[in-house]
């Protein structure tokens, strides 16, 4: 398996622009998380996902940030409209179901974004 | 509150020496996983080691090693001959039964050759 996939890398946007980024889980997996890492902040959990469905959506900063898994292999984190203190690292991570021994979480590379 | 506590920003350490990486947590379960991540600069995070808390036994992976302490919720990270491949920033990480990974913030790790 390629592992999870997220694109793009670096996402440049300007303020008030809609930005979204796009993540692909390790095939098999049923969770899906999106963090956001700052230097300030460090790693956030900002939505997870289990078998498709929402589950803890509590740190999403605000309504300007969404996401969706329409299925198994895809999702999305849409941020409208961005602003610059939005810029931060955007990581994508999965784990599979079963029991505790699957709970190791793997990333993908990260997307990398500046809201100017 | 379940949190994950690493109280050294920065840490640095000889080529082939030994350096220790310190994080406490804190939770009320019983059941539970921690972890030690490690992010070079490529972003990329790679796992490095983890621990079931049932088990007393300390968990090793070739050079690292940690020191579990369930009672005082301590879970330091030992790595042993350090390479200059060491060099990364590590956060230590804990979850439960809601597979949420609760994060400390991180020590950036230099390897002084």
């Known amino acids: 398996d390629a592992g999870v996939i997220q694109s793009p890398r670096h996402e440049v946007t300007e303020m008030g622009q809609e930005v979204t980024l796009r993540c692909k889980p390790i095939?098999?997996?049923?969770?899906l998380f999106w963090y956001r890492q700052t230097m300030m902040r460090g790693l956030e959990l900002l939505i997870y996902?289990?078998?498709?469905?929402?589950?803890?959506d509590s740190g999403m900063p605000e309504d300007r940030f969404s996401a969706k898994m329409p299925n198994a292999s895809f999702s999305t984190l849409k941020i409208q409209p961005s602003e610059p203190r939005d810029s931060a690292v955007y990581f994508c991570?999965?784990?599979?179901?079963?029991?505790?021994?699957?709970?190791?979480?793997?990333f993908g590379q990260g997307t990398r974004l500046t809201v100017v | 509150a379940q949190t994950v506590t690493q109280s050294q920003p920065e840490m640095s350490v000889q080529e082939a020496e030994t350096v220790t990486l310190s994080c406490t947590y804190d939770?009320?379960?019983?059941?539970?996983?921690l972890f030690w991540y490690k992010q070079p600069p490529s972003r990329q995070m790679i796992l490095v080691i983890r621990?079931?808390?049932?088990k007393q036994q300390n968990a090793t992976e070739n050079r690292f090693s940690v020191n579990f302490q369930k009672a005082a919720k301590s879970f330091s990270l030992k790595i042993s001959d350090s390479q200059l491949g060491d060099a990364a920033m590590y956060f230590c990480?804990?979850?439960?039964?809601?597979?949420?990974?609760?994060w400390g913030l991180g020590t950036s790790l230099a390897v002084n050759p």
């Open positions: 990480a804990w979850t439960g039964n809601n597979r949420k990974l609760i």
């Open positions: 095939s098999g997996h049923n969770s």
């Open positions: 996902f289990n078998n498709n469905v929402p589950i803890d």
């Open positions: 991570a999965s784990n599979g179901p079963g029991d505790f021994w699957n709970t190791e979480a793997f």
């Open positions: 939770t009320s379960e019983s059941d539970y996983y």
């Open positions: 621990q079931e808390a049932y």
